[in-house]
Nanobody, 115 residues
Framework: QEKLVESGGGLVQPGGSLRLSCTAS????????MKWYRQAPGVERELVAT???????YYTDSVKGRFTISRDNAKNTVYLQMNSLKPEDTAVYYC?????????WGRGTQVTVSS
């Protein structure tokens, strides 16, 4: 069964850092376009970052310079390093893998930025 599991969320103070992990099972994510999305209460799901199979990256403007997406194919894992966190980064963060018609989602991990 193809599956993604996110981890690493939690409560952090403004200005702090977290690293989210997304580990795949049942498939090899090296051939997939990998994305991180987030969704805050009452808000549409938002694309945060993308990494291509060639390690090209894309970030939404609000996280540029603060977040870094990366992949470790040997561990079948994608990461989202989040620095200088702000209260507006509070959301459930979801991992997504895409390859042609395949569209695989994790269940999400909660990130709360609050003092």
């Amino acid at each position: 069964q193809e599956k993604l599991v996110e981890s690493g969320g939690g409560l952090v103070q403004p200005g702090g850092s977290l690293r989210l992990s997304c580990t795949a099972s049942g498939f090899t994510l090296s051939g997939y376009l990998m994305k991180w999305y987030r969704q805050a209460p009452g808000v549409e799901r938002e694309l945060v970052a993308t990494i291509t199979t060639g390690d090209g990256t894309y970030y939404t403007d609000s996280v540029k310079g603060r977040f870094t997406i990366s992949r470790d194919n040997a561990k079948n894992t994608v990461y989202l390093q989040m620095n200088s966190l702000k209260p507006e980064d509070t959301a459930v963060y979801y991992c997504n893998a895409r390859y042609f018609v395949k569209d695989i989602w994790g269940r999400g991990t909660q990130v709360t930025v609050s003092s």
